[in-house]
């Protein structure tokens, strides 16, 4: 496939841990990268490479991947974390970048 | 601070062009390519292309081929994106982001502030 898949709606418990996944035949030659974007903002990037963070990302994010799958991470969710979700790679052929269609992330 | 500034929103009708500008700062313009992503009103994010600030090449997505026109004047550190013969569906908030990484990952950081194109007769 040349798409990334992800799951367009994941809730979690305040204070718990969730997994945000993106799947795409890509991820198992290219790193996802994740941003983040809360209503009427700009999308800001929580993870790239093999698991970084960019300065001023809390450390409750983190970043994993196995197989065709990439997965972001929060432990211990907070309410400022409910937000869009986004997954960007390279395509199959390495020439191009995509997004997965994002998910949104509630915090109950 | 590195900081990529865009053009105001703009209004426009079926037919005619528009021009989003996306001024950098804080760097070395020419070091980093700049990426275009589109963001329909309640949609995900889509990536446009990309232009290499180092030789002016742009690289357009599939869907975003022959109306759209990926440009640069490095004299004043600052990427453009022209749009032709706008439709209704072009109606959407334009975001310009500062590329790096490499071969396995590519990420954009900054953004610029993005710039809503609104189409309507």
């Known amino acids: 496939s040349s798409e990334l898949t992800q799951d367009p709606a994941v809730s979690v418990a305040l204070g718990q841990t969730v997994r945000i996944t993106c799947q795409g035949d890509?991820?198992?030659?290219?790193?996802a990268t994740w941003y983040q974007q809360k209503p009427g903002q700009v999308p800001v990037l929580v993870i790239y490479?093999?698991?970084i963070r960019p300065s001023g990302i809390p450390d409750r994010f983190s970043g994993s991947s196995s197989g065709n799958t990439a997965s972001l991470t929060i432990t211990g969710a907070q309410a400022e974390d409910e937000a869009d979700y986004y997954c960007k790679s390279r395509d199959r052929s390495g020439d191009h970048l995509m997004f997965g269609g994002g998910t949104k992330l509630t915090v109950l | 601070q590195v900081q990529l500034v865009q053009s105001g929103s703009e209004l426009k009708k079926p037919g005619a062009s528009v021009k989003v500008s996306c001024q950098a700062s804080?760097?070395?313009?020419?070091?980093?390519?700049i990426n275009w992503v589109r963001q329909a009103p309640g949609q995900g994010l889509d990536w446009m292309g990309w232009?290499?600030?180092?030789?002016?090449?742009?690289t357009y997505a599939q869907d975003f081929t022959g109306r759209f026109v990926f440009s640069l004047d490095t004299s004043v550190g600052t990427a453009f994106l022209q749009i032709s013969s706008l439709k209704v569906e072009d109606t959407a908030v334009y975001y310009c982001a500062r590329e790096s990484g490499g071969q396995d990952a590519i990420w954009f950081d900054p953004w610029g502030q993005g710039t809503l194109v609104t189409v309507s007769s």
């Open positions: 232009i290499n600030t180092h030789t002016g090449k742009p």
């Open positions: 490479g093999k698991n």
């Open positions: 890509s991820l198992r030659g290219y790193y």
């Open positions: 804080g760097y070395s313009f020419t070091t980093h390519a």
